[in-house]
């Protein structure tokens, strides 16, 4: 074990909590223990094997890192229930919920950091093992402590290096900035879930079974992704657009919205979606201003439903 981190507490042994506290523990973090709810079923998986659980006053007993990985709406009513001390850092994982949230530990004397990792836990045991690589936005509030710039100055430091320890790269959220960041971030993650799954939908409706639905769908959506990385490093994003918006077909986008029709599908996601590609194409130069006006008129008409 080493002795650069501080000890860890995980308070909400849930996707985040033990998907870190595995992590942290794999990297010689000294993870003490987690604090459960007395009605919780026992975690399904093995991701807290060795670490014991705590009640909560041991647990702030014991760590310097409180972690409260409780779903957002539980943060500050848990925070608040909490004797802090002024050698605590309390720390939650929500992308969108404001360190606000732990006042009560800042009342306490104890330090607060934001750490999102930007990345889906839906399933733990896989997260667990692919932080290597994910960012993780952190904030620290500099009116935390105002008078003590080395002990901000030695928290973050704490902080980018306990994500490094665990292959993560330090991003700074900037203050008031999280519920933008946040929304990006769920573009990212969930929201493209939500565009495969209506990929799947669609190819149901038009009788392909879902596994070779799958099978067909996921190398697409994955040599998207990298032609995505590629052209947004080049700085050219609509080199990355492929299919009738790009090419400026009329024709193709109206036989999908007649069939759309026939069938009593809502056009309204693949409107929204196609103007935005139109949106992206008019970056570039491969398309003309009336194939664009002409594309964008006909998304809009019917995504209002003319
Ligand atoms: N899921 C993601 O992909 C993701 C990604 C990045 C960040 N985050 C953030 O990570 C945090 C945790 O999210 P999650 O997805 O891990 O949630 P989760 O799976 O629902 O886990 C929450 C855990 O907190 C426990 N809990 C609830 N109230 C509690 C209380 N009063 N005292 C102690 N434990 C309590 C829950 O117990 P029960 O099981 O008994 O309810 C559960 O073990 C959130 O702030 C979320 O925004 C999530």
Not at 111 to 140: C, K, M, N, W
Not at 228 to 254: K, N, Q
Request: hydrophobic fraction near 45%.
């Amino acid at each position: 074990m080493t002795t650069r981190y501080p000890r860890m507490a995980f308070i909400g042994p849930g996707r985040v909590g033990r998907s870190l506290a595995f992590a942290f523990k794999q990297a010689g973090v000294d993870v003490v223990g987690y604090v459960g709810r007395a009605e919780s079923s026992p975690p399904i998986d093995n991701l807290l094997e060795g670490i014991p659980p705590l009640q909560t006053t041991e647990a702030l007993a014991k760590a310097e890192w409180i972690w409260l990985t409780v779903p957002d709406g539980q943060i500050k009513a848990v925070s608040d229930t909490l004797p802090w001390q002024p050698h605590h850092v309390a720390v939650h994982c929500s992308g969108a919920t404001p360190l606000d949230a732990l006042s009560s530990a800042g009342t306490g004397g104890a330090a607060r950091v934001g750490f999102h990792p930007i990345q889906i836990f839906s399933q733990p045991t896989i997260a667990a093992h692919h932080l290597d690589g994910t960012s993780v936005g952190i904030e620290i509030d500099p009116n935390d402590n105002p008078h003590q710039a080395s002990r901000l100055a030695a928290l973050t430091d704490c902080a980018n290096q306990l994500a490094v320890g665990v292959g993560m790269r330090p991003l700074a959220i900037k203050p008031g900035q999280r519920a933008l960041y946040h929304a990006g971030a769920g573009f990212a993650a969930s929201a493209l879930v939500s565009v495969l799954a209506e990929a799947l939908d669609l190819w149901a409706s038009a009788g392909i079974e879902p596994a070779q639905a799958l099978t067909a769908l996921l190398p697409l959506a994955r040599t998207s992704l990298l032609s995505f990385e590629s052209a947004a490093t080049g700085g050219a994003l609509d080199a990355a657009v492929a299919g009738p918006v790009a090419r400026g077909d009329l024709g193709v986008i109206e036989s999908h919205l007649t069939a759309f029709e026939e069938q009593g599908i809502d056009p309204a996601l693949y409107c929204t979606i196609g103007l935005k590609q139109v949106a992206l194409m008019a970056r570039g130069d491969r398309l003309n201003a009336v194939t664009l006006a002409a594309m964008e008129q006909r998304l809009t008409e019917s995504s209002v439903g003319h």
